[in-house]
């Protein structure tokens, strides 16, 4: 049995997505942290950073046409999740089952408290500055 770090632990840091990078062509935002996971942790670890440039790329397309931000990160939830969850199979040779209920609950309830963050941060970003920065509601 395989024992995987927790999302949390072994995701990029918060922000390292690529949205303001990947929406206008650059598509490389995070690069060097997923370089730094690969070498540090290991191919699964590496390999589960590097989705987030599918997923962040994706997103950025969906902000780019308009849909509101809480929109775009619940579309986004599934496939994080899947993705994630396929590597993990896929590198780590895990059972679906158990890469399932690990990785891929683990993933969609680690990306739902980090949409709320986000959101909530959008909405005080919008307070703060008077303008809306991404369309919440």
């Not at 997505?17 to 650059?26: F, K, L, P, R, V």
């Not at 997923?34 to 540090?40: G, T, V």
């Not at 993705?83 to 969609?108: C, D, K, N, R, W």
Request: hydrophobic share 50%; net charge positive; aromatic share 6%.
């Amino acid at each position: 049995m395989t024992i995987l770090p927790p999302a949390t632990l072994a995701s990029p840091c918060a922000g390292n997505d690529g949205y303001a990078d990947q929406s206008h062509g650059g598509g490389h935002g995070g690069t060097g942290i997923r370089i730094a996971l690969l070498i540090r942790l290991g191919p699964v670890i590496g390999a589960r950073a590097a989705t987030h440039a599918i997923w962040g790329y994706i997103g950025a397309l969906l902000i780019q046409r308009k849909v509101s931000l809480p929109g775009t990160l619940a579309i986004l939830l599934p496939i994080h999740a899947l993705v994630e969850t396929g590597v993990v199979m896929g590198l780590a040779g895990i059972a679906l089952t158990q890469a399932f209920y690990i990785t891929g609950l683990g993933t969609a309830l680690h990306h739902g408290m980090d949409s709320l963050i986000t959101i909530g941060l959008a909405l005080s970003m919008q307070g703060l500055f008077g303008k809306q920065v991404f369309r919440v509601r």
